[in-house]
């Protein structure tokens, strides 16, 4: 492949993470240098699919999503896409060998958003496997680089920290998913009486992901493990900050860290991960 369309490519899905997440692009930034280009190619791809099911809504999104679908599976197929998000994505996909099972689930979960506005229980565990859990799996092989045993023995631990940050995602979004588009992801919940039994339920559920997921962090390898840390703080101290807000709150605005406690995190970080002191947070 010409050197500087394959450039292109992963510029672009670098552009598409730091434009759509700070968090993301920080915790990138602080990867070994030779897996940041497939990992922004796997946030590039998945926000990518994100994107249309989920703001489109003057277009026919479900004509745009099969598009997307085919188009993945061709570019994956001949090795080569004239879209740039997908070129970088297919060029992760063959060099890391992601399983065609973890790519299939991950749409399938997308598609999910374009015909279903609630979920019963395992509904809503199986839309958690598809939209967090294999991504983090896609993530793991790149940063396991085809060492077939570490991926299987970290495999649990990144399904849980995947599972992890996207409840808390859903929790973060409860306003603009329910106000604007009329979703509830979480089962038996009833948005008219949201309230604070049921964020705290939904809180304990996502540490005991997140203290897994954590277990299993320790273990990555050097040229990803402080990385995933970062990302790690980010989403745990969100957590903690929608603990302290009233439910009411929740349900009218979108929760957020700002950056310069993003900015002090990652210093504290840092400074824990060059002494060794990098310790489970409760």
């Not at 565990?125 to 983090?136: L, R």
């Not at 409860?174 to 009329?182: E, F, I």
Request: aromatic fraction near 16%; hydrophobic fraction near 35%; charge should be positive.
């Amino acid at each position: 492949m010409n050197n500087l369309f394959e450039s292109i490519s992963f510029q672009t899905s670098k552009i598409t993470t730091q434009k759509y997440s700070t968090s993301f692009s920080l915790g990138i930034r602080f990867l070994k240098k030779e897996i940041r280009n497939p990992i922004y190619a796997i946030y590039g791809f998945v926000r990518f699919a994100d994107e249309i099911v989920d703001t489109f809504h003057e277009f026919n999104k479900r004509e745009l999503f099969e598009k997307f679908k085919k188009d993945t599976y061709d570019a994956i197929e001949k090795k080569i896409s004239l879209n740039p998000i997908l070129n970088s994505f297919q060029i992760t996909v063959n060099k890391y060998n992601i399983e065609y099972y973890l790519i299939e689930t991950f749409l399938k979960s997308m598609e999910m958003d374009l015909y279903k506005s609630d979920y019963d229980t395992e509904g809503y565990k199986n839309y958690i496997v598809g939209s967090a859990e294999v991504v983090g799996l896609m993530c793991l092989r790149v940063y396991c680089n085809n060492d077939e045993a570490r991926y299987r023995l970290l495999k649990e631990y990144a399904e849980s920290l995947g599972s992890a940050y996207q409840k808390i995602n859903f929790l973060r979004d409860l306003s603009a998913d329910y106000q604007q588009l009329g979703r509830v992801y979480f089962p038996n919940v009833d948005m008219r009486e949201f309230n604070e039994k049921t964020k705290q339920k939904i809180i304990e559920d996502i540490e005991i992901d997140f203290q897994k997921g954590f277990t299993g962090l320790l273990k990555l390898p050097k040229n990803s493990r402080f990385g995933v840390y970062l990302s790690y703080v980010y989403f745990y101290t969100l957590l903690q900050k929608i603990r302290f807000i009233p439910s009411s709150e929740i349900l009218k605005k979108r929760v957020r860290i700002k950056n310069r406690v993003k900015l002090m995190l990652l210093f504290k970080s840092y400074i824990k991960d060059k002494l060794n002191m990098i310790e489970w947070q409760s």
